[in-house]
């Protein structure tokens, strides 16, 4: 981190995990006690892709999801400490998170790509034109006005222009829309990738898992074969393996996000003091 001319950030759903942003257990009953109680639900995510009879309770049941990831902070600061380590670094983040805990946290908006999409934007569900909608003010009157499990039907969303209904921006299947920000978003990580190549630079890979790695897994592995003067570092409760064509050139840590960056984060205060 000290030496690195650049430092590309890649995060997956382990960092959010490890902020405290998890889909089941505790969180999830305390959230959600009704719908498990009549769906027999055991985490957030699957009971997202649920066929709800009414629109009125599908949004019934992504507000509250929506609101309690997007809109309320992260219980714990692995964001915090992240942004302590790299914010005085070049950097760019490629996340497939669509929490926006990056840019809460304070991280620059013009270094985020965002690939998966974001909780607080809706779109066209069929879609008839690739523009998003922000929601926040809509899910903070789905959440309180809401009554057994139902929001009021003058609060469910429509496309303004074609009257289908509307649907989360989160990459699904093909109906995903790439805005303009998201292109925007790509070029400007393509070219941070450009212009740092064959530099020193350090790909720190946060809690990737297996179910997308060609979004940042795959490619990093190959800029790091590629690049001499790279190292790629992951740190990851399970999904550490080496590819053993950059095995020199990698560092795994097989450990719990949070308690790494923390402890990153002290000695990085401790030798600043020192100096």
Known sequence: METADAVVIGAG???SAAA???YSGKRFEDNFPDFIETYGFKDMYTAGFYPYDTLEEHWAYWSRYIFINRYQ???NNVYQDLYRLVQNKDYFV???NVD???QKTGFDKHRLFYTQGDYGLWQCSKPCHNKTY?????IQKMVTKQVHMRIPSGLVPYCPLCGAPMSMNLRADNTFVEDNGWHTAAEKYQDFIRRHKGLNILYLELGVGNNTPGIIKYPFWQMTYDNPNATYLCI???????PAEIRKQTICIKDNIGDILKQLTANTCSSDTNL
């Not at 922000?134 to 809509?138: A, I, R």
């Open 134 to 138: 922000d929601n926040e003010t809509v």
């Open 20 to 22: 405290g942003f998890t």
């Open 100 to 102: 926006h805990c990056f």
């Open 94 to 96: 490629l996340t497939t």
């Open 13 to 15: 759903a382990g960092l």
């Open 236 to 242: 990851n409760l399970s999904e550490t393996y080496i």
């Open 73 to 75: 902070d992260a219980p």
